[in-house]
């Protein structure tokens, strides 16, 4: 390996960190070397976009921490925090993907330059030589931007790797690494089919489909399936978490812990599910899964997991 690159590889692999700054600037200069092949200047302009959609994408989806002090976000988060509540104010709750929102907001670049150049830019020391910085510390110039091309795919994953390690001591959600990863895709995907995959099994229990928060009857074209423990934390669709909800319902909802009271009764509602599977013979991986997560008390260790 370049010894270009495996000084780069070090200084990903040891920095310490307080945030996730050092990771997503990292992320910021391999990918727009990937994106600007034969160039080397870039300013700063160009990688705070890239930066505001990795956290967009973490947050408005996942909603992880970026920082060691619960009580103190990092600014870049809170510049991004803003712009989605912002947005969600304008356009409602439902999370969608950076790509497809960023004519809708204003990114504000500026503030976001300031913070590079104060707490991250200058992470790569001169001896270094990954880039120099220009006299007024808005714009660098990268040696060998080529590399970074060459062997972006160990970048990445390294980066990953940092960045996912970083969020798991500061976040207690589960699938990290998965959702560092899917935080870079502009195609993160929620409840593909839910109805088509879980209805018939849910309606076994709840023939009448009642609504599972107000328990009134839900309406022909009003009815959805819901994520009792956030999809945003559990970041899975699995029968034991998902219940039948009016469309309002579920809209207003948003990505609200739910009560203990709410996991008593889903509790409740597993129990008799499984009941029914077995009186009916149904086995297949949905009443596997319900079993073991009755058995392994999934709900709730999630639930207290959820709560932080």
């Known amino acids: 390996m370049e010894k270009h690159i495996s000084d780069l590889v070090k200084t990903i692999h040891d920095c310490k960190m307080t945030n996730t700054y050092k990771m997503s600037w990292c992320r910021s200069l391999v990918e727009w070397s990937v994106k600007n092949p034969n160039k080397n200047q870039v300013h700063f302009d160009e990688l705070s976009p890239m930066i505001f959609k990795y956290y967009w994408n973490q947050s408005i989806f996942f909603n992880l921490n970026q920082g060691s002090n619960p009580l103190e976000k990092p600014t870049i988060h809170q510049i991004v925090l803003t712009e989605i509540d912002n947005y969600q104010d ?123 928060i107000t328990g009134e009857t839900i309406q022909d074209g009003d009815l959805s399936i819901d994520h009792v423990i956030p999809w945003s934390y559990i970041y899975s669709d699995d029968l034991w978490n998902l219940v039948f909800v009016s469309k309002s319902q579920n809209s207003s909802k948003g990505n609200r812990i739910p009560s203990e009271q709410m996991i008593e009764k889903l509790e409740s509602r597993n129990k008799k599910l499984l009941t029914l599977f077995r009186e009916n ?20 260790n999630f639930w207290i997991g959820c709560k932080g």
């Open 281 to 300: 013979d149904i086995r297949n991986n949905h009443s596997e899964e319900l079993e073991f997560s009755i058995e392994k008390d999934l709900l709730r």
């Open 90 to 212: 304008k356009f409602g709750n439902k999370p969608e993907v950076f790509s497809r929102i960023q004519n809708k907001i204003e990114i504000d670049i500026d503030s976001i330059n300031i913070c590079l150049r104060r707490y991250v830019s200058k992470l790569f020391d001169k001896d270094q030589k990954i880039y120099q910085l220009s006299s007024d510390g808005l714009s660098l110039e990268l040696f060998h931007s080529e590399l970074l091309v060459e062997y972006s795919d160990i970048l990445f994953q390294l980066i990953n790797y940092r960045w996912t390690r970083e969020l798991e001591k500061i976040n207690s959600s589960p699938r990290i690494s998965k959702k560092v990863i899917d935080g870079y895709r502009e195609d993160i995907k929620r409840t593909s089919g839910l109805n088509r995959k879980f209805g018939k099994f849910i309606e076994i229990e709840n023939p009448q489909k009642k609504c599972f």
